[in-house]
């Protein structure tokens, strides 16, 4: 079977790259931009809030290792995604929630997913499901930043119970 791609807006991008790279079934992550108007947009550009663009990120995975859905329950587990256009200290509307969708499949699980994941949250989840239209990836130096610098991630740390309850890792002991 074939690799499928996936994009998911979370904030920012360094602690959601970090996140999807933890999943056993995920091939590549890339940060970049998307779900705006503007061509090979820059990171200052995008900062300006005028690219309608968002922080994303690029996730390629092997279905048969790791479902959709299931990377949807790690989506909604790293982040609130009742903030608007804000995580934690990260204010702006690069920085909001989005789902976009590459096929109409996609986009029927996304909305699913968000209607379940809504009973665990006290207020309206805010985050924008879309369809793809095109992906632009970010500068180098945000590339697998955590990994580069050595700084621990300080932003999207998924507990590892999330990965176990979704069948990604196995039970301790197992």
Known sequence: MAFE?????????WGVEWVFRQVPGVIDVVSGYSGGFVENPTYEQVCTD?????????????PEQVSYE????????MHDPTQVNRQGP???????????????EQRAAAEASRAR???????PISTEIKDFVAFYPAEGYHQRYYERTGH??????????????LGL??????
């Open 152 to 165: 621990e991630p300080y932003c999207h740390v998924l507990p590892i119970g999330v990965l176990r309850e």
């Open 117 to 123: 994941a809504q009973e665990r949250f006290d207020r």
């Open 70 to 77: 299931q990377l949807l329950e790690v989506f909604w587990a």
């Open 90 to 104: 990260d204010v702006g509307y690069q920085y909001r929630s989005i789902v976009l969708a590459h096929t109409p």
């Open 169 to 174: 890792v196995p039970a301790r002991g197992a």
């Open 5 to 13: 791609t996936a994009t998911f807006g979370a904030g920012c991008f």
């Open 50 to 62: 005028t690219t309608g663009h968002a922080e994303v990120v690029q996730v390629t995975f092997d």
